[in-house]
T-cell receptor
């Protein structure tokens, strides 16, 4: 069964600090992995997408990594801001198959 | 210019009622989805439509009936509402059915059944 597990479930950090969110998956055959950011009261918005051949991809202060061998991805947030407070959802798609959503990590950035 | 729009944004109704949520996308996408996000904020797919054709139906009670009059619209009708139906419902669209392209989400409809 295709599964996506995210950790931690929630995280509180101080403004300006860095943090890393984890995503482990068992989806096979792998097509791509996407990180979404969901602000409170809004729909999810895509941050990055990674395919099999990509190890690292950045979007501003967000950097995603992918290890297709160990089936792990991470999302690193640098110099966090209050506006980074949100849920971060990892979504893994199988080739010619549907997408599997992780349960998300809730990040709170405090001043 | 809103890409994926849902109406209404909030919906409060009594148990047993029938209600509809409307969704429209102006992105020219072929695929549209309905997701349910429960109180624990877990996002689960309910349905996906590709070119007005039902592709995925994820063991959703048949009280939920999606309708796609054209590629740009996917409405969700719910009969005999139950307390457990309270959640936020998100509509989304993408060019590709299998996640190879980004899904764009609406702002959500918060349904409260009392």
């Amino acid at each position: 069964k295709n599964q996506v597990e995210q950790s931690p479930q929630s995280l509180i950090i101080l403004e300006g600090k860095n943090c890393t969110l984890q995503c482990n998956y068992t989806v096979s055959p792998f097509s791509n992995l996407r990180w979404y950011k969901q602000d409170t009261g809004r729909g999810p918005v895509s941050l990055t997408i990674m395919t099999f051949s990509e190890n690292t991809k950045s979007n501003g202060r967000y950097t995603a990594t992918l290890d297709a061998d160990t089936k792990q991805s991470s999302l690193h947030i640098t110099a966090s801001q209050l506006s980074d407070s949100a849920s971060y959802i990892c979504v893994v798609s199988a080739r010619a198959g549907k997408s599997t959503f992780g349960d998300g990590t809730t990040l709170t950035v405090k001043p | 210019d809103t890409a994926v729009s849902q109406t209404p944004k909030y919906l409060v109704t009594q148990m047993g009622n029938d209600k509809s949520i409307k969704c429209e996308q102006n992105l020219g996408h072929d695929t549209m989805y309905w997701y349910k996000q429960d109180s624990k904020k877990f996002l689960k797919i309910m349905f996906s439509y590709n070119n007005k054709e039902l592709i995925i139906n994820e063991t959703v009670p048949n009280r939920f009936s999606p309708k796609s009059p054209d590629k740009a619209h996917l409405n969700l009708h719910i009969n005999s509402l139950e307390l457990g139906d309270s959640a936020v419902y998100f509509c989304a669209s993408s060019q590709d059915l299998w996640g190879r392209t980004e899904a764009f989400f609406g702002q959500g409809t918060r349904l409260t059944v009392v």
